[in-house]
C-alpha cells in the first residue's frame, strides 16, 4: 500500500507540474498572489489610457521628474489639485510632470466619467498636467502600474497599500521610485518641495 501511495504522489505531483506548465505556456495564472512581483521592472514598461481614451507609453516621460497622484473629485483632498497645478506650473519647464490618476477606491469619492472628470478638473482647478483614465489602485483588481508602485519586490522603501486619494510617488529622471508622500502632504508643502527640487536638480 505505501508504495501504491507513493506513486499516487509522484502522478500528483507530475499532473501538477504538466498543468502548471500549459498554463504558462499559453499565460494563464493559477492562483496568483497579490505579493507576487509584477513583471514590469520600470515604469516606463507601461502603456495607460489617458483620460480621453488613447495609449499613452509611460517611457515618454523618460529624463523627467515624474509625480505619479491617485485623485478624486469629491474628497476632503480635492483642493489638492490647485497645489499640483500650481506645482506643475513651476517646475514643468524644469523637468516635471504630474500625472493624475483618478481612482474610486475611498469611499465612493471618484464616481463620474472620464469625460465628467476631465471637465471636473479643467473647469474648477484648470488642470494642464497629464490626466488619465480611472484605474484601480488598491485591492482585487488593483491595476498593474500601482502594483508595481506599492510591491515591496519593486519598491521596497516606500511600498504599502495606498492609504487615501492624493498618495503621491515621485520618480526621478532614471524611472526610480525616490519618495512618496501621504494624502496630508499638500504639493505646496516643504517636504514635497524640497524632494522635487532635489530630483530636478539631479541630472
Not at 504522489?9 to 499559453?26: E, R, T, W
Not at 514598461?45 to 517611457?59: A, P
Not at 506650473?89 to 493624475?100: A, E, F, M, P, R
Amino acid at each position: 500500500m505505501k508504495k501504491i501511495a507513493g506513486i499516487l504522489g509522484i502522478v500528483v505531483v507530475l499532473a501538477a507540474v504538466a498543468v502548471a506548465g500549459v498554463a504558462y505556456k499559453y499565460g494563464m495564472i493559477l492562483n496568483p498572489s497579490p505579493t507576487a512581483p509584477p513583471p514590469e521592472h520600470s515604469v516606463y514598461d507601461f502603456t495607460m489610457k489617458n483620460i480621453d481614451g488613447q495609449d499613452v507609453k509611460l517611457d515618454a516621460y523618460k529624463g523627467k521628474v515624474v509625480m505619479v497622484v491617485n485623485v478624486a473629485s469629491k474628497c476632503g483632498y480635492t483642493p489638492q489639485y490647485e497645489g499640483l497645478q500650481a506645482l506643475y506650473d513651476k517646475y514643468k519647464d524644469k523637468g516635471l510632470v504630474i500625472l493624475g490618476f483618478p481612482a474610486n477606491n475611498f469611499m465612493g469619492q471618484e464616481p463620474g466619467t472620464e469625460a465628467e472628470i476631465k471637465e471636473f478638473c479643467t473647469s474648477k482647478y484648470k488642470v494642464t498636467f497629464p490626466m488619465f483614465a480611472k484605474i484601480s489602485v488598491k485591492g482585487e483588481d488593483q491595476h498593474p502600474l500601482y502594483n508595481y508602485l506599492t510591491n515591496k519586490a519593486t519598491d521596497p522603501q516606500f511600498s504599502g497599500d495606498i492609504s487615501w486619494n492624493f498618495n503621491k510617488f515621485v520618480i526621478d529622471r532614471n524611472g526610480n521610485i525616490v519618495a512618496r508622500f501621504g494624502s496630508k502632504d499638500t504639493p505646496e508643502g516643504e517636504a514635497v518641495v524640497a524632494a522635487v527640487e532635489k530630483y530636478i536638480a539631479a541630472k
